[in-house]
C-alpha cells in the first residue's frame, strides 16, 4: 500500500472502527497471554506503515481486524486477507517515572503517536453544571462512565505537568505538548491556565517568540480579550479556541455554553486577537466534521486559514456520556471527501503549513502523531513533505551535559 492508501485507511479506522476479538485470542493462543489479560487488552494508537500513525476504536462491526500471523501484527480485510503489517505504538522511555510528589506518570500523560505529550488536566467543565454542555461532550460525566479505567481523569496540577515536560526534556530538546481542559467558573474561564503558565516560564524560562516550550493549550477565551495577551506575554507557545461547529445556528445549537458565556463575536474576535501575538501557525480552531454540513465545515476551514488559523478537523465520535450518545459518525466517503476539500483549503490560504520548517520549528504538534484526525497527514502527503515527525520523536536515547549538544534529535 502506498501512504495515500494507508491514510484511507486511517480515515476507515477512525470512521469504522477495528475488530479487536480475534487478536484478544491470538494473544492468549499464540503469545501466551494470560486470558484475563488477552481479553482486558484495549490498544490506544497503532503504528501502520510509512509512519502513518491511528487512534484505535473497538467496533464489532468494522471492516477490518487486527491479527497475529506467524508472530507479526497484521491488518486484515473481511475476507481474511491481509491489508499491511502493524505496530503497537511503544510508550517513551520515561513513561514509568514519577512527578515529585509522587504521581505516576501514567496517571498524568498519555502519549499521542511517538511524538505528542498530551494532558486532559481537568475534567471539571462548569457547562455541565450550568446545563449547557456541547451537545457531543462526555469530558465531565466520563469520569462517573470509566471511574477505574479512565485513571487519567483526576486534576493534574502545574507542578506535575511540568515535571513531565521537564523529564521529557531530557531526551528531545525540544517536545511538543497539548494541553486541553474543560472550561472552569472562575476567572472568567482562565483558571488553572495562569498557574501552568507560570510554572512552565519558572521551570523553562523564555527571552522572546521562538525559544517557548511547545504546548498547544486547548481552552475558551475569556470575556476580556485581553488576557489572549496576557497569556502571549506569559509565555503561551500556542492556543485553540475550538469553535467545534462553524456554521451559527449549528454553534447555538451545538454548543450553547460557548455561545452563552462568551458569544459567537468575542469568539471570533478573540481568535484573530491571537493571531496577532502569537502569529500565523500558533492559533488552532477545531471543528468537528459530521456534525454540519460539509460546506459550512469548509467555510470554516477557508476563514481559518485566511486569517492565520489552523484548522483542527476530527472526525465526530459519539462518545459515551455526550447528549449525542448513540449516534453515528459521518461515512467514510464523506470523511474523506471533506478532509480533503480542507486539506486544499489550508495549502492554498497558508502555503506556511505545506513546509517542513513549520512542523519542524514551530508547529506545537506533530503532524504524524495526531492520531484523532487525517487533516495534516494529507496536507504534508500533498506538500511533498517526507521528513516524518519532523525530529520531533521522543528519543530513546537520555540527553545528558556535553551529549545534548551532539546528539542527533532525530
Ligand atoms: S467547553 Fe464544551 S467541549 Fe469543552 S469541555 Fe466544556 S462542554 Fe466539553
Given at each position: ?9 486511517k ?13 484478544r ?17 484495549l ?5 501502520l ?9 473497538e467496533?464489532?462491526?468494522?471492516n ?13 480485510d ?10 503497537f505504538v ?7 517515572e514519577?512527578t ?5 506518570f ?26 449547557t ?12 462512565f470509566?471511574?477505574e ?14 515535571d ?11 517536545p511538543?505538548a ?9 476567572k ?20 522572546g ?14 470575556t476580556?480579550?485581553?488576557d ?8 503561551m ?7 467545534e ?7 447555538k ?20 486577537e ?14 468537528i ?20 488559523i489552523i ?7 459519539p462518545e ?7 449516534f453515528r ?14 486539506a ?15 512542523w ?16 495534516y ?9 517526507t521528513?516524518y ?13 556535553v551529549?545534548?549538544d ?5
Open positions: 500500500m502506498d501512504r495515500k492508501e494507508l491514510i484511507k485507511l480515515c476507515d479506522f477512525l470512521i469504522n472502527g477495528l475488530r479487536l476479538n480475534d487478536l485470542k491470538d494473544l492468549a493462543m499464540q503469545s501466551g497471554w494470560d486470558e484475563t489479560r488477552a481479553k482486558r487488552f490498544p490506544a494508537e497503532l503504528k506503515p510509512k509512519e502513518v500513525f491511528v487512534q484505535v476504536r467496533n464489532p462491526e468494522a477490518f481486524r487486527l491479527r497475529i500471523i506467524e508472530n507479526s501484527l497484521v491488518v486484515q473481511r475476507a481474511g486477507s491481509i491489508i499491511c503489517a502493524a505496530d511503544s510508550q517513551p522511555p520515561f513513561a514509568f514519577k515529585s510528589d509522587g504521581k505516576m501514567s496517571d498524568i500523560v498519555v502519549y499521542n503517536g511517538t511524538c505528542n505529550l498530551n494532558f486532559t488536566w481537568n475534567y471539571f467543565c462548569d457547562y455541565f453544571r450550568t446545563k454542555a456541547c451537545r457531543f461532550c462526555n469530558l465531565t460525566p466520563a469520569q462517573d470509566y471511574p479505567e479512565n485513571i487519567t481523569n483526576s486534576f493534574k496540577n502545574a507542578r506535575q505537568i511540568a513531565v515536560i521537564e523529564i521529557a526534556k531530557m531526551y528531545h530538546a525540544d511538543k497539548i494541553l486541553t481542559r474543560g472550561t472552569p467558573s472562575d472568567n474561564g482562565l483558571g488553572g491556565t495562569i498557574q501552568i503558565l507560570e510554572e512552565l516560564q519558572k521551570r523553562f524560562g523564555f527571552n517568540h521562538n525559544d517557548r516550550t511547545k504546548v498547544l493549550f486547548t481552552i475558551s477565551p475569556t476580556n480579550i485581553n489572549v495577551k496576557l497569556m502571549y506575554d506569559m509565555g507557545h500556542s492556543v485553540s479556541f475550538n469553535f461547529v462553524f456554521d451559527k445556528g449549528y454553534w445549537a451545538i454548543v450553547p455554553g460557548k455561545d452563552k458565556y462568551i458569544g459567537r463575536e468575542l469568539w471570533e474576535n478573540s481568535l484573530i491571537a493571531v496577532k501575538y502569537f502569529g500565523e501557525g500558533r492559533v488552532f480552531s477545531a471543528m466534521a459530521g456534525l454540519e454540513p460539509a460546506q459550512t465545515l469548509l467555510e470554516g476551514v477557508e476563514w481559518c486559514a485566511e486569517r492565520g484548522p483542527i478537523v476530527v472526525p465526530f465520535s459515551t456520556g455526550s447528549q449525542f450518545e448513540g459518525p459521518p461515512t467514510y466517503n464523506w470523511m474523506m471527501d471533506t478532509t480533503r476539500r480542507a486544499d483549503i489550508l495549502l492554498e490560504k497558508m502555503p506556511v503549513v505545506g513546509t517542513e520548517d513549520y519542524q520549528n514551530e508547529a506545537p504538534i506533530c503532524a504524524e502523531c495526531f492520531t484523532g484526525g487525517f487533516l497527514d494529507i496536507v504534508k502527503e500533498n506538500a511533498g513533505l521528513n515527525h519532523s525530529g520531533h520523536s521522543l528519543s530513546k536515547m537520555k540527553i545528558t551535559g551529549e545534548k551532539i546528539i542527533s534529535l532525530n
